[in-house]
């Protein structure tokens, strides 16, 4: 059976997922903790990363390197950066990317990884079929798309910055450890998917917004998860 790695950012995003686990190891790694065990009779590994791209990278390392995930999902909240997307609708990554490396003194685009093949990174074929069309079961087709998700160590709030992730990267949504988690699995060749559930659209109303929503846009992930690992 596929053992999942399930990892999202912060307690509101992890907490009720481990409410609904069977619990059979803790383990402590760099600080963080590794919940194994059963949910949806699946094995999982369930863990809080912590914010932003290093937390999350490392988080994934471990997964693959120590508990020897075959597959990662990351779930969680984002802020919406395209015009067709509400507050508690979500997105499922086909690709990601880092907004935020800039080697452009040396004649790279934004976003692009120095000396690396590529550093766009694309999400499971049929991991992101699945949640999509779980997703669409659940949540009708106007709450669920499927696309780019950029990542950065930046809560973005202002609408020059939203525009220009949506128009530079043609990018969905925002949030701050999606594309570090792509990568470290690229570089392991482990499939992923990124599931994000907008708990704010990333402009000068993101702070209030997102205290309001986060909760309740977590919970959305969490179901669409729970749906994805059920029916392996
Ligand atoms: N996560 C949720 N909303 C976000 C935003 N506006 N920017 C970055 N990460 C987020």
Redesign the pocket.
């Known amino acids: 059976m596929i053992q999942y790695g399930i990892i999202g950012a912060m307690d509101e995003e992890v907490d009720i997922l481990q409410e609904e686990m069977e619990v059979h190891l803790e383990k402590e790694i760099a600080g963080l903790h590794f919940y194994q065990g059963v949910l949806e009779k699946k094995s999982v590994v369930l863990v809080r990363s912590g914010i932003g791209k290093v937390n999350a990278a490392v988080c994934t390392q471990i997964l693959i390197s120590e508990f020897k995930v075959e597959k990662i999902i990351n779930t969680?909240?984002?802020?919406?950066l395209g015009e067709d997307l509400e507050i508690l609708d979500i997105v499922v990554s086909t690709e990601l990317q880092q907004y935020d490396v800039d080697a452009s003194k040396f004649g790279y685009k934004t976003g692009e990884i120095p000396r690396m093949d590529t550093s766009i990174f694309s999400a499971e074929p049929a991991l992101v079929k699945k949640a999509y069309e779980k997703g669409l079961r659940r949540f009708g087709e106007k709450g669920i798309k499927k696309g780019k998700i950029v990542?950065?160590d930046?809560?973005?709030?202002s609408v020059e910055m939203?525009h220009r992730l949506e128009k530079e990267f043609k990018a969905r949504?925002?949030?701050?450890e999606g594309a570090s988690i792509a990568q470290a699995c690229y570089m392991n060749r482990v499939p992923f998917v990124v599931i994000?559930t907008?708990?704010?659209?990333?402009?000068g109303s993101?702070n209030d917004n997102?205290k309001t929503f986060?909760t309740k846009?977590a919970f959305r992930s969490k179901e669409l998860v729970k749906d994805i690992i059920r029916e392996e």
């Open positions: 969680g909240v984002a802020g919406a990542s950065g930046t809560f973005v709030s939203k949504c925002t949030e701050m994000r907008m708990s704010d659209k990333a402009d993101a997102y986060v846009a």
